[in-house]
């Protein structure tokens, strides 16, 4: 289970989504797909699900094209999956015919766990419930790419924890490429095995975890001490309050060991800030 | 390919059902209170064609809407375009047999409330297969209803795609340019002599060529969303 990019350019009218956006993917894992609001995020996982074409480049999802055989992929939008005219019981059935590895006894006990009732129509859901039905159809799938573009609009905090239990639970059940896109990054970081920041529609960083955190790093220390460690390279964010000041640094050229010997205090960057950061306008989203 | 083809079926046939439903109960119960209002008030002569023009814009809002309600849903769950169009059109074919088959019923249960229970000889139904002959049978009012039904639902299909894919303002240029034509003098002729062709035999013909041209409409159709992406909201 796979997913490549590659050049893929995509405009809007004048508007340009995606910039010769590259990338591959090798599940099974699950995959946080980050960047700010209008980043192409959207854009590319509707071109994974064969949705959207591409202006220029191509895409490969499992070894063929998703215009040309797309079934292994499944897609759940942050809204608007579902026919609103149908009822639960309509929607699941339906969805059973078109995803060849669906498992209607698990479909069932999800909408349990979501208190969803099989005869109500999706028009009368409230938003909790809508997500709550898509993450049922997205997990019942077992489709060998899942994808999930903000799911949990109108989902509280409890809920969401299911999600996150649940996810994992099903990805040990039956490994797969999970693509998660969030908002809502420092909830669902710990569920992330590789991270994906996309940038004005380009790949701005693609790094496993484990990397991301050792490559990335912040610095407190007095003012002096940390001016006198950064030595004039550019950190990707820098305050100072009360004398005292805190430097964010990513990239392969910082060593947190090193920090330590200038008696600079040494944390990890939730990777809320770091994508942040990297995305900043006042940097351009470089480092 | 054949699970899909069969999904995209089942999930056009489900919707259309309920839709379907309702437009057979508010057109049946119209009949009806036609005919009792007929039969209580009125002393002239009652001329009812209305079910059949009731049919066909129903079949032309639901052709229309097909793309943006169906095609958008089916494709972000799995199919190809291919697989939609091929799901689409069998789906056209199975609703305007079974659309007409209700309706040359609906017609005959009233033809036979008036004429045989009630003995209105006032009240007289319209349909189009009584261009072919007077009484026309069972089978040739629901072929010629099945025929003008697949055209309708095929036609509104296009321009639904069209609107879809090119836009409000392409879509209303588009209609304003097939009106125009239609309100050409030499097009006017040809209708004429369609609808009131010579033989019974020449205006089934038509009718025939009308299926075909709903036929050739759906693959242009296949022309227009074959490259087409389905999230409108960012088209």
Known sequence: MNVQFDNVTKKFGSQTALNSLS????????????GRNGAGKTTALNMMAGCIFP??????????????QPNNVCLINESGNFKK????????????????????????ELLDLFHLKKSKKVKSLSKGMESGLGITVGLASYSPVTIFDEPYIGLDAAARSRFYDLLIEEYERQPRLFILSTHLIDEAAKLFEDVFIIHKGALLLHQDVETLRS???????????????????????????????TAYVYGSEWNRHEAELYRLDTDSIPIQELMVHLTDSHTGGKK | MMNNIKAVIHYEWTGTKKAASVFWIILGSTVLLSIISAYSFTDGEVYMGGTSIALFAYLTITGFIAVK????????????RNQFLAGIGLSFLVTSIIMAVIHTILVELAILVTKDFLNLKTVHFFRLSDLL??????????????????????TAFLIGAIFFRFGKTIGLSFLA?????LMNASIQTKIGSFLFGDSSNAILMDFVILFFLGVICFFITWLIIRKTSIHPSIQ
């Open chain 1, 215 to 245: 490559m990335s790093f912040s610095i407190t220390g007095t003012k002096k001490d940390v001016t006198e460690y950064l030595n004039g390279k550019a950190p990707i964010h820098r305050k100072e309050f009360a004398g005292r000041a």
């Open chain 2, 133 to 154: 002959s007077t009484s026309p049978s069972f089978l040739s009012a629901t072929v010629v209803d099945m025929l003008l039904s697949f055209f309708c639902l095929a």
């Open chain 1, 85 to 108: 005219d149908f009822s639960i019981k309509e929607t699941l059935k339906s969805a059973s015919l078109f995803y060849p590895n669906w498992d209607q006894k698990r479909a069932e």
């Open chain 1, 55 to 68: 202006d220029n480049g191509s895409i490969v999802v499992n070894g063929s094209s998703p215009f040309a």
């Open chain 2, 69 to 80: 309600d169906s095609m958008s849903y089916c494709i972000q769950r799995g199919a190809t």
């Open chain 1, 23 to 34: 990338f591959t993917l090798n599940g099974p894992k699950i995959v946080g797909l980050l």
């Open chain 2, 177 to 181: 340019f097939s009106g125009l034509i």
